[in-house]
């Protein structure tokens, strides 16, 4: 096991997910906006319109700028915030998809190169080979979404991975084809408000009323099917997945749904309305605020997709605490619960000095806290303020006696979406211990 990394007030998990949904604006952006772009560009020769460039020009700049500079940081911000909060999790993924990510960067390698080229080849090759040039970025860019939706969907649906550890099983699971459908169509809803907003700030009228109402039609086309798609995906979730945001198991998995759902609403209505019917009325401010909208609706489409995970990382495979929980015979590998329950937990953390790796009456609290940090703090915070604060949910419980409390973690993965503790009775009872004062100590 290697050290566990405890966020205050928002947990690790949350701090994932926040970078995650960020992503989402310059990644979908970055995919879904040279299909449109390359459309105008198309329109304006053939129809001998020159002044339709001047959207094109504007629209590829911010593509440049917003997309590899804070698509690319955020980006890295995943793998630096998945790398620290689940080490064990991440690299279950690089062993399985280490290839697919290999290929996924030639093609992102080959975006970021023709992004380049077509910028500054504006008018300076002939008008076929510059369309090409924006067909190949959009091809590739949507090459590296067919990638890393097979990664991203594996995680919750790994399919006859769980049999036979293979490369495809895993990648072509039962959410993927509903999964990429879904995004490929949604993010033309994005590219769609963000070409909105760029061509409310052009100065020839006609040209920011036409480009307003293709914006608008692109957007509502890719949000109505992107909405067809999701109940697809919807269709295909795992029973017990279903079961958290259907049957009621964790309400506020339905509360993000609805949230979700207003956000796309109020999204299309811009679309129509300010698009189709009065591109007139488009505003930078109104696309911005609209903007903001569809943030929060990411967010909370995000947090559900992957709040339907719990309690694995890989889904019937390793827990949200990073501890295998089932046999996989065809990688050799063998479920950690029952060997951690008779060895100990503490054994296996090898970065701890040797005399915190055994419970014993003078550093019960000190372990007990590192065992709750290991197995609690991805998903809870340690403080009563914060996300998911343990302190309070415990309380709300009525629960604060160490023996009661080491009770509660015996029984913890009789709750569906939480991962059973691991470790020995010694291990509980120090942790039960440690909760006992944290609960006292937070008053
Ligand atoms: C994989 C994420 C995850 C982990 C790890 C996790 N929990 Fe939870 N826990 C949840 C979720 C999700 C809820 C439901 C919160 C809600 O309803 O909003 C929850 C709820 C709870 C509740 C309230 C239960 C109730 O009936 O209302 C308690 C108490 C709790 N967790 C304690 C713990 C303790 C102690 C640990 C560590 C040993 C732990 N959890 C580990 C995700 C997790």
């Given at each position: 096991?290697?050290?566990?990394?405890?966020?205050?007030?928002?947990?690790?998990g949350?701090?994932?997910?926040?970078?995650a949904?960020?992503?989402?604006l310059?990644?979908?952006?970055?995919?879904?906006?040279?299909?449109?772009?390359?459309?105008?560009?198309?329109?304006?020769?053939r129809?001998?319109?020159?002044?339709?460039?001047?959207?094109?020009?504007?629209?590829?700049?911010?593509?440049?700028?917003?997309?590899?500079?804070?698509?690319?940081?955020?980006?890295?911000?995943?793998?630096?915030?998945?790398?620290?909060?689940?080490?064990?999790?991440?690299?279950?993924?690089?062993?399985?998809?280490?290839?697919?990510?290999?290929?996924?960067?030639?093609?992102?390698?080959i975006?970021?190169?023709?992004?380049?080229?077509?910028?500054?080849?504006?008018?300076?090759?002939?008008?076929?080979?510059?369309?090409?040039?924006?067909?190949?970025?959009?091809?590739a860019?949507?090459?590296?979404?067919?990638?890393?939706?097979?990664?991203?969907?594996?995680?919750?649906?790994?399919?006859?991975?769980?049999?036979?550890?293979g490369f495809?099983?895993g990648?072509?699971?039962?959410?993927?084809?509903?999964?990429?459908?879904?995004?490929?169509?949604?993010?033309?809803?994005?590219?769609?408000?963000?070409?909105?907003?760029?061509?409310?700030?052009?100065?020839?009228?006609?040209?920011r009323?036409?480009?307003?109402?293709?914006a608008?039609?692109?957007?509502?086309?890719?949000?109505?099917?992107?909405?067809?798609?999701?109940?697809?995906?919807?269709?295909k979730?795992?029973?017990?997945?279903?079961?958290?945001?259907?049957?009621?198991?964790?309400?506020?998995?339905?509360?993000?749904?609805?949230?979700?759902?207003v956000?796309?609403?109020v999204?299309l209505?811009?679309?129509?309305?300010?698009?189709l019917?009065?591109?007139?009325?488009n505003?930078?401010?109104?696309?911005?605020?609209?903007?903001?909208?569809?943030?929060?609706?990411i967010?909370?489409?995000?947090?559900?997709?992957e709040?339907?995970?719990?309690?694995?990382?890989?889904?019937?495979?390793?827990?949200?605490?990073?501890?295998?929980?089932?046999?996989?015979?065809a990688?050799?590998?063998?479920?950690?619960?029952?060997?951690?329950?008779?060895?100990?937990?503490?054994?296996?953390?090898?970065?701890?000095?040797?005399?915190?790796?055994?419970?014993?009456?003078?550093?019960?609290?000190?372990?007990?806290?590192?065992l709750?940090?290991?197995?609690?703090?991805?998903?809870?915070?340690?403080?009563?303020?914060?996300?998911?604060?343990?302190?309070?949910l415990?309380?709300?419980?009525?629960?604060?006696?160490?023996?009661?409390?080491?009770?509660?973690?015996?029984?913890?993965?009789?709750?569906?979406?939480?991962?059973?503790?691991v470790?020995?009775?010694?291990?509980?009872?120090?942790?039960?211990?440690?909760?006992?004062?944290?609960?006292?100590?937070?008053?």
């Amino acid at each position: 096991m290697y050290p566990i990394w405890v966020v205050p007030y928002l947990t690790s998990g949350l701090v994932i997910g926040l970078i995650a949904s960020f992503h989402i604006l310059p990644s979908h952006l970055a995919v879904g906006a040279f299909w449109f772009n390359v459309y105008i560009e198309r329109k304006a020769y053939r129809e001998g319109r020159p002044e339709l460039l001047a959207f094109v020009k504007r629209y590829t700049l911010l593509i440049l700028i917003f997309c590899f500079v804070f698509g690319s940081l955020s980006g890295v911000g995943i793998w630096y915030a998945a790398t620290v909060s689940s080490p064990r999790g991440i690299s279950a993924l690089i062993h399985n998809y280490v290839w697919g990510w290999a290929t996924e960067w030639v093609f992102f390698l080959i975006e970021v190169a023709t992004i380049y080229v077509y910028y500054y080849t504006f008018g300076k090759v002939d008008e076929r080979t510059h369309l090409r040039i924006g067909y190949l970025y959009a091809v590739a860019a949507w090459i590296s979404m067919i990638i890393i939706t097979g990664i991203l969907a594996f995680m919750l649906t790994p399919g006859k991975w769980l049999e036979t550890g293979g490369f495809f099983d895993g990648f072509f699971n039962p959410t993927y084809w509903p999964q990429l459908a879904a995004r490929t169509a949604l993010m033309f809803g994005i590219a769609g408000l963000y070409a909105l907003a760029v061509a409310a700030t052009l100065e020839n009228d006609s040209v920011r009323r036409e480009t307003s109402r293709l914006a608008g039609l692109w957007g509502a086309v890719g949000l109505v099917f992107g909405a067809l798609f999701t109940l697809w995906y919807l269709k295909k979730l795992p029973p017990e997945a279903a079961d958290f945001l259907f049957g009621g198991t964790l309400p506020y998995l339905k509360k993000l749904l609805y949230v979700a759902g207003v956000a796309w609403a109020v999204v299309l209505l811009y679309f129509v309305v300010f698009g189709l019917l009065a591109p007139r009325a488009n505003t930078l401010v109104g696309s911005l605020l609209v903007l903001v909208v569809l943030f929060l609706g990411i967010l909370a489409g995000e947090g559900l997709r992957e709040g339907l995970r719990r309690p694995y990382i890989i889904a019937g495979f390793m827990y949200g605490h990073q501890v295998v929980g089932t046999d996989l015979p065809a990688k050799g590998i063998k479920s950690e619960v029952e060997i951690l329950n008779e060895k100990g937990y503490l054994s296996r953390l090898g970065y701890l000095p040797p005399e915190l790796r055994r419970v014993t009456d003078q550093n019960r609290l000190v372990v007990g806290r590192i065992l709750v940090a290991h197995q609690c703090a991805n998903c809870h915070a340690l403080s009563r303020k914060g996300w998911r604060s343990l302190p309070k949910l415990l309380e709300g419980l009525g629960m604060t006696d160490p023996e009661d409390l080491a009770g509660f973690l015996e029984g913890l993965d009789g709750y569906p979406y939480m991962p059973p503790f691991v470790g020995t009775e010694e291990e509980r009872l120090a942790a039960g211990a440690y909760l006992a004062t944290m609960i006292n100590q937070n008053p």
